[in-house]
T-cell receptor
Framework: QKEVEQDPGPLSVPEGAIVSLNCTYS??????FMWYRQYSRKGPELLMY????GNKEDGSFTAQVDKSSKYISLFIRDSQPSDSATYLC????????FGTGTSLTVIP | GAVVSQHPSRVICKSGTSVKIECRSL??????MFWYRQFPKKSLMLMAT?????????EQGVEKDKFLINHASLTLSTLTVTSAHPEDSSFYIC??????????????FGPGTRLTVT
């Protein structure tokens, strides 16, 4: 079993939609969870990080961690075409583990 | 803060030649840097972990004699692709380990280098 599993998509939504991106992980000892956004032909940039269960908001983004289910989510409210990118979840244990990324397209 | 640069951003080379890619942490010191390879529509594949002043640690299946890594200072790591072949064409991304905003360490990524071997 991989340390982190992520649905690769692609995901296509209309502008203004709420987007839900999800990952599952295997090791209940993992403590630090991150979401990266990667535009085409660019390096990933850190979008959000959490290190506990619950929700964390930053602008139109909400990161959610459910440690009991080993499930992490990123929600994007009022999605815009500029949100079109690949979103990677990542977890830091004794090393960094990355999901495969979900490709998102927001259609105007 | 926490900016990582890569140079060049794009390079085209002929088969059999060597190419060097630089990764710099611009405003912080990084004892550890990572080198990744990314194929189109695929996730990051860790190639090696580079530690300043010591030999790099390569992931299984990555040829250390082909992908030479040098981490000579706290702000610079280089990846040299030796005797490049078309199958080495890819997007190479480095990251540097730095102090995170919530405590602990985070990876800060460079913008990537697109290598095309003809």
């Amino acid at each position: 079993q991989k340390e982190v599993e992520q649905d690769p998509g692609p995901l296509s939504v209309p502008e203004g939609a709420i987007v839900s991106l999800n990952c599952t992980y295997s090791n209940s000892a993992f403590q630090y969870f991150m979401w990266y956004r990667q535009y085409s032909r660019k390096g990933p940039e850190l979008l959000m990080y959490t290190y506990s269960s619950g929700n964390k908001e930053d602008g139109s983004f909400t990161a959610q961690v459910d440690k009991s289910s080993k499930y992490i989510s990123l929600f994007i409210r009022d999605s815009q075409p500029s949100d079109s990118a690949t979103y990677l979840c990542a977890i830091r244990g004794n090393q960094f583990y990355f999901g495969t990324g979900t490709s998102l397209t927001v259609i105007p | 803060g926490a900016v990582v640069s890569q140079h060049p951003s794009r390079v085209i080379c002929k088969s059999g030649t060597s190419v060097k890619i630089e990764c710099r942490s611009l405003d912080f010191q990084a004892t550890t840097m990572f080198w990744y390879r990314q194929f189109p529509k695929k996730s990051l594949m860790l190639m090696a972990t580079s530690n300043e002043g010591s030999k790099a640690t390569y992931e299984q299946g990555v040829e250390k004699d082909k992908f030479l890594i040098n981490h000579a200072s706290l702000t610079l790591s280089t990846l040299t692709v030796t005797s490049a072949h078309p199958e080495d064409s890819s997007f190479y991304i480095c990251s540097a380990l730095g102090q995170g905003r919530a405590g602990g360490l985070e990876q800060y990524f460079g913008p990537g280098t697109r290598l095309t071997v003809t």
